[in-house]
């Protein structure tokens, strides 16, 4: 497994992994146009990758076929981690904790760090949330992205 940045050639892989969980999102909410159109605080889908790849924050876990198996985007200036994706082919523990250590070394641990999981039962969801638990997050609300009710977490200041 390699970590690199995203590039423009990998936006068709980022939104084939966003459509993995296309499922847990409809479990919520029956439209999708909200989640990947945007609105009037969040960016439709396809700009915010657009401008997570031109301010090099996002970045994307390949194998020897250069396949994705996730993606981790963050924003250094909120110092949160804005997308979170393991591909549901890839071995999540692996995948999951390098890409989520790879986002942590890029952000300010000086500060709390924020990241928001969609709200859901499935097992993919669950290991998203025991991954980012036990990583030193705590529950600190629930919000809404792009009309998605979301479990908001943050991670004390080291």
Not at 124 to 138: Q, S
């Amino acid at each position: 497994m390699k970590i690199r940045l995203v590039d423009n050639a990998d936006i068709p892989k980022w939104r084939a992994l966003s459509h993995e969980y296309d499922c847990y999102v409809k479990e919520i909410v029956s439209d999708l146009a909200k989640w990947y159109g945007g609105n009037d605080t969040s960016p439709a889908f396809d700009d915010y990758m657009q401008s997570k790849i031109e301010k090099s924050e996002a970045f994307i876990a390949v194998d020897a076929l250069d396949d994705c198996l996730g993606i981790v985007a963050v924003s250094t200036k909120n110092n949160r981690i804005t997308f979170f994706g393991i591909s549901h082919k890839s071995d999540f523990p692996t995948v999951g904790s390098a890409l989520l250590k790879y986002a942590l070394e890029k952000l300010d641990v000086s500060k709390p760090i924020y990241i928001n999981e969609i709200v859901g039962t499935d097992p993919h969801i669950r290991n998203n949330v025991k991954l980012i638990e036990d990583n030193g997050f705590i529950y600190l609300c629930d919000s809404t992205e792009n009309g998605i009710p979301v479990h908001t977490y943050a991670k004390s200041p080291t």
